[in-house]
């Protein structure tokens, strides 16, 4: 059983760009949800997807969108870049069967907006 | 909405003894999960206990144990015979019992581990 991936592990771009964070889910499992945790921080929940839909969303501006894929992959696409986009990108896979959906986390993309 | 408070930012022990790490959260929910995660230097977080507010009794993993509070909204962790490998970021957090919620986290506990 494969766990959750992530990549790329280190990512660098100037204010302004755009950005894609690529999540593959654990064998099995049918949503991913994407946290953003900045330094020191706890991680925050910016949206979650199943079944290829948004499936709820944290206070994010739209410029943080995401897509989901047959596969149950994910990814987080980041327009506009910022300076407090820098952060670790958490994403988490699960299995939404009704109730107790155990996520489990991939180590992350640490994204640094110059 | 709900919160989760972590009132240690750093905690410290020494090696073989045990340390107690603190969470408080707000909720008007009567039934949700709690959980104590890891984050290691490596980044991944890691499941280290869940407890079920359904459930009176205190969750253990191992060396692992949580002093849940319902009434208090209080989740403490105390981890017995600490080893080095458990230096590392902890953090607390809350998610609804229905449906697939995301995660509510505090803003994490730094413990090291003293030889």
Known sequence: ETGVTQSPTHLIKTRGQQVTLRCSSQSGHNTVSWYQQALGQGPQFIFQYYREEENGRGNFPPRFSGLQFPNYSSELNVNALELDDSALYLCASSLTSGIGDEQFFGPGTRLTVL | ?115
Request: hydrophobic residues 35%; contains cysteine.
């Open chain 2, 1 to 115: 909405a709900q919160t989760v408070t972590q009132s240690q930012p750093e905690m410290s022990v020494q090696e073989a003894e045990t340390v107690t790490l603190s969470c408080t959260y707000d909720t008007s929910e009567s039934d949700y999960y709690l959980f104590w995660y890891k984050q290691p230097p490596s980044r991944q977080m890691i499941l280290v206990i869940r407890q079920e507010a359904y459930k009176q009794q205190n969750a253990t993993e191992n060396r692992f144990s949580v002093n849940f509070q319902k009434a208090a909204k209080s989740f403490s962790l105390k981890i017995s015979d600490s080893q080095l490998g458990d230096a590392a970021m902890y953090f607390c957090a809350y998610r609804r019992r229905s449906g697939n919620t995301p995660l509510v986290f505090g803003k994490g506990t730094r413990l090291s581990v003293i030889a």
